[in-house]
């Protein structure tokens, strides 16, 4: 399973987009990169999911060079409501029996 | 979207009584369900994998007779906490998995007094 790494804790201010790169330096062929939100007492929340170059959605974009050893999820114009830990996981998409295995998540901070 | 429920929400139990907690997929089915424990300010851990019809299968460290997982049918998990103590009050969460992404369940929330 690949492992992800990610800064532990990033802050920002409201209006501003926020970058978190996350590393997997191991990733294998197969590998799909999902990113989850979570806030406090609630279960992790889809964001966006991508392969290759870039994916965008109506919340985030996701950013991944040619090596795929690392991906970026950018937030535009973040408010406090986007303050949660932010997950980057890398694992087979569509099999449905593939665990998926936490790293330690990017805690962020978004101030008035 | 797809939806995962857990029931309850939050449960406080005694010491040494057992809590279960349910975990549905509402709109799909689900042949593997995954159960995961998560601390204050820690990520979350996966415990256990839950396969419909046959034995669950368990993470390294998780003993699998406190925590006993029965998915009997293709939208119902259950986790089971046996004989609970106050170091097993956590966060858990369910998580299922149609064809494209997986979701998971609002949590549990389980304080052992």
């Known amino acids: 399973l690949a492992k992800t790494t990610q800064p532990i804790s990033m802050d920002s201010y409201e209006g501003q987009e926020v970058n978190i790169t996350c590393s997997h330096n191991?990733?294998?062929?197969?590998?799909?990169i999902t990113w989850y939100q979570q806030f406090p007492s609630q279960g992790p929340r889809f964001i966006i999911q991508?392969?290759?170059t870039k994916v965008t959605n109506e919340v985030a974009s996701l950013f991944i060079p040619a090596d795929r050893k690392s991906s970026t999820l950018s937030l535009p114009r973040v408010s406090l409501s986007d303050t949660a830990v932010y997950y980057c996981?890398?694992?087979?998409?569509?099999?449905?029996?593939?665990?998926?295995?936490f790293g330690s998540g990017t805690r962020l901070l978004v101030r008035p | 979207g797809a939806v995962v429920s857990q029931h309850p929400s939050w449960v406080i139990c005694k010491s040494g009584t057992s809590v279960k907690i349910e975990c549905r997929s509402l709109?799909?089915?689900?042949?593997?369900m995954f159960w995961y424990r998560q601390f204050p300010k820690q990520s979350l851990m996966l415990m256990a994998t839950?396969?419909?019809?046959?034995?669950?299968?368990?993470e390294q460290g998780v003993e699998k007779d406190k925590f006993l997982i029965n998915h009997a049918s293709l939208t119902l998990s259950t986790l089971t906490v046996t004989s609970a103590h106050p170091e097993d009050s956590s966060f858990y969460i369910c998580?299922?998995?149609?064809?494209?992404?997986?979701?998971f369940g609002q949590g549990t929330r389980l304080t052992v007094v």
């Open positions: 991508g392969y290759k």
């Open positions: 709109d799909f089915q689900a042949t593997t």
């Open positions: 996981l890398v694992g087979e998409s569509l099999d449905s029996s593939y665990k998926l295995i």
């Open positions: 998580s299922a998995r149609d064809d494209t992404e997986a979701f």
């Open positions: 191991n990733i294998a062929t197969n590998d799909y």
């Open positions: 839950s396969n419909e019809g046959s034995k669950a299968t368990y």
